[in-house]
């Protein structure tokens, strides 16, 4: 199993910017893809970045040009830079792993507030 632990949330003034992490442990040989998904109130979950072991990276178009997904695979741990952030991207953001069967893992969540 993998477990992973989120940090970085918290409350920002529009335009501003977070930094979040997760740190996967467990049976880390098997990780391939990691990622973050959020969702906020009244909407569906959604995927805001993900990136390969190799570092290829994906993003919501949504997000294109404000925010940086990486990855320290001798720490385990993926980041996600978050800049010029706007009041619609208020969400709990999630951590999501999958192993190379493409089982998902998910983390805790975290809070990321956005004020006008």
């Known amino acids: 199993q993998v477990q992973l632990v989120e940090s970085g949330g918290g409350l920002v003034q529009a335009g501003g910017s977070l930094s979040l992490s997760c740190a996967a442990s467990?049976?880390?040989?098997?990780?391939?893809?990691m990622g973050w998904y959020r969702q906020a109130p009244g909407k569906q979950r959604e995927l805001v970045a993900s990136?390969?072991?190799?570092?290829?990276?994906n993003y919501a178009d949504s997000v294109k040009g404000r925010f940086t997904i990486s990855r320290d695979n001798a720490k385990n741990t993926a980041y996600l830079q978050m800049n010029s952030l706007k009041p619609e991207d208020t969400a709990i953001y999630y951590c999501?792993?999958?192993?190379?069967?493409?089982?998902?893992?998910w983390g805790q969540g975290t809070q990321v507030t956005v004020s006008s």
């Open positions: 990136i390969t072991r190799g570092g290829t990276t």
């Open positions: 999501n792993v999958r192993n190379l069967d493409l089982y998902a893992y």
């Open positions: 467990g049976s880390v040989f098997s990780i391939n893809i």
